[in-house]
């Protein structure tokens, strides 16, 4: 198990795991085009780093906090063995559990008693969850922000940038 103690430049890789929660069944439309973001060299081995710190990663579990358009806070525990599975529980109040399978992410609302079958490669979580990660034919950089202590990337599907970022 892998968790945030590992030193390395590009801590905590995994909170962006929080925000896929939120767009695996609320994907829009892009309406224009996606451009790739300019990297430099320096970005390009950064990059490098981080796919190879999250091939490193196979099984993990993690807290989340994930924040919604309107402020709202939503917190959880996530598991995640790759390739393909990962299961979000959120906490009470919210009745929201999403599991993947290797094949599709499911939405479960167990207030409702109702399931949710979406592919995953048709979602965000393919990429985190895929057997290697890297940055290049199949995945567009479309933003790197550097931090004093992060490095935030946001990507996209080359050929479905509809899917989400």
């Not at 430049?9 to 795991?17: D, E, N, Q, S, W």
């Not at 202590?149 to 990507?155: A, D, E, G």
Request: glycine share 6%; proline share 6%; charged share 20%.
């Amino acid at each position: 198990m892998v968790g945030f103690r590992k030193p390395f430049l590009l801590v905590r890789a995994f909170l962006i795991l929080g925000l896929l929660a939120a767009t695996l069944f609320a994907l829009p439309a892009s309406a224009t085009p996606v451009t790739a973001a300019p990297l430099s060299a320096q970005d390009r081995a950064r990059l490098e780093q981080v796919a190879n710190y999250l091939n490193a990663i196979h099984t993990m579990t993690a807290r989340f906090e994930q924040l919604d358009q309107n402020g709202g806070v939503a917190t959880g525990s996530l598991w995640l063995e790759r390739p393909g599975r990962m299961r979000f529980q959120y906490d009470p109040p919210s009745p929201i559990l999403l599991i993947a399978d290797r094949f599709y992410v499911y939405y479960i609302d167990t207030k409702l008693a109702e399931v949710q079958q979406i592919g995953l490669e048709a979602t965000p979580a393919w990429f985190l969850l895929r057997d290697h990660i890297r940055f290049g034919k199949r995945v567009l950089v479309t933003r790197l922000q550097r931090g004093a202590q992060t490095l935030r990337v946001s990507v996209v599907e080359r050929k479905k940038p509809s899917l989400g970022t």
